[in-house]
């Protein structure tokens, strides 16, 4: 089956430790997004990609930092320097070949940072 | 700026009964516009989306809308609830040319037995 896979669905680091949240697609999709949700505040982008070797930071980039060497695979690292890291984090995928297309959502990671 | 509201970040409603949910975006030009459905720890699923064709949109679990250009508005709807409709509901634009999808802040929809 086709899909967005994210690992783990539940994750737990030190304060000052950096961690990685992992994103796969077997969907060919060329473009590929990281978003952060928090109650009440919908979705934030964090990170967006179009093609591989290429992102560009969304509206919270800042204490984040991703990579896009593969065209199925989109990992976010969470750094030590955002502030605020405990959140629900969202990765989806989108054809460019469509201009009108649907992103398709990953089933998502929930970070916890103490 | 181009933005999305969604009114009411809580909705109630018996089950049975009529299902509105309001999206309203701000823009002079027309978007893609879709509705998103997220059910507690999960992923966001899609539940119909607007590609200028029709503009009353039918989408899964028997919900559809209506893009209303004058109004800026695509108004989700469900005649009759159900107690699996309980979930938080997204509406979403995205405009020719563009990669950035723009979400409303969401609609927690309870249905009341």
């Known amino acids: 089956d086709g899909g967005i896979t994210q690992s783990p669905k539940y994750l737990f680091r030190k304060e000052g430790q950096n961690v990685t949240l992992s994103c796969e697609q077997n969907l060919n999709h060329d473009a590929m997004y990281w978003y952060r949700q928090d109650p009440g505040q919908g979705l934030r982008l964090i990170y967006y990609s179009q093609i591989v070797n290429d992102f560009q930071k969304g509206d919270i980039a800042e204490g984040y930092s991703v990579s896009r060497e593969k065209k199925e695979s989109f990992p976010l690292t969470v750094t030590s320097a955002q502030k605020n890291p405990t959140a629900f984090y969202l990765c989806?995928?989108?054809?460019?070949?469509?201009?009108?297309?649907?992103?398709?959502f990953g089933p998502g990671t929930r970070l916890t940072v103490t | 700026a181009q933005s999305v509201t969604q009114l009411g970040s809580h909705v109630s409603v018996s089950e049975g009964a009529l299902v509105l949910l309001r999206c309203n975006y701000s823009?002079?030009?027309?978007?893609?516009l879709f509705w998103y459905v997220q059910y507690p720890n999960q992923g966001l699923q899609l539940l119909l989306k607007y590609t200028s064709a029709a503009t009353l949109v039918k989408g899964i679990n028997g919900f559809e809308a209506e893009f209303k250009k004058s109004e800026t508005s695509f108004h989700l709807t469900k005649p009759s609830a159900h107690m699996s409709d309980a979930a938080e509901y997204f509406c979403a634009v995205i405009f020719s040319g563009t990669y950035k999808y723009i979400f409303g802040t969401g609609t927690r929809l309870k249905v009341l037995a």
């Open positions: 823009s002079s030009v027309p978007p893609y």
């Open positions: 989806a995928s989108r054809s460019t070949g469509a201009p009108s297309g649907e992103q398709y």
